[in-house]
């Protein structure tokens, strides 16, 4: 089974990031979470992405605050795709978080989901790893007509009140 690798700067963005690993097990993909710092811990994350392919890790989510170089530091070690998540943890409002993440240079792509966006960036990795895997694929639209069917009903309520 295929495998995300979800990456967090500190044990303080777990809260923010945990509902990604809850929508990754909701579709039956296996995720592995780990603390680690691009700067107070560089050799670590070094080796958690150089021996992704031992873990069949298949692509990474890698969330983090303030400078938010983490998403790019993973990407500078792999070519297999990440989605960075910046995490709302200064006096900016993750705004600082958001330009670290989204500003990559050209030829190491990083997908940047929106300030604390660890839904979308589970649902993405879905997205990604469905392409070549029908029943996730199947999965992703069932999930998608469900979104459908509740916008329906909640249409349905606000008609029945006027």
């Known amino acids: 089974m295929s495998k995300v690798a979800i990456v967090i700067g500190s044990d303080s963005d777990w809260p923010i990031m945990k509902p990604a690993a809850e929508v990754l097990k909701q579709f039956g993909v296996e995720a592995e979470v780990t603390v680690a710092s691009a700067h107070r811990t560089p050799a670590k994350v070094r ?3 150089t021996t992704a392919g031992e873990r069949d890790v298949r692509l990474f989510i890698a969330a ?3 400078a938010a170089h983490l998403a790019g530091v993973v990407a500078s070690y792999t070519t297999l795709p990440v989605i960075g998540v910046p995490i709302n943890a ?3 409002n993750g705004l600082d978080s958001l330009l670290a993440t989204v500003q990559m240079p050209s030829g190491i792509p990083v997908a940047t989901m929106a300030i604390n966006g ?4 589970a649902l993405f990795a879905v997205e990604i790893l469905a392409v070549g895997d029908a029943a996730l694929s199947a999965k992703m639209k069932e999930y998608r007509e469900k979104l459908a069917k ?3 009903e909640k249409a349905a309520r606000v ?3 006027i």
């Open 47 to 49: 080796e958690l992405v």
């Open 64 to 66: 983090a605050g303030g």
């Open 90 to 92: 200064s006096a900016l």
């Open 118 to 121: 660890a839904k979308n960036a």
């Open 150 to 152: 509740e916008v329906d």
């Open 159 to 161: 008609q029945a009140q």
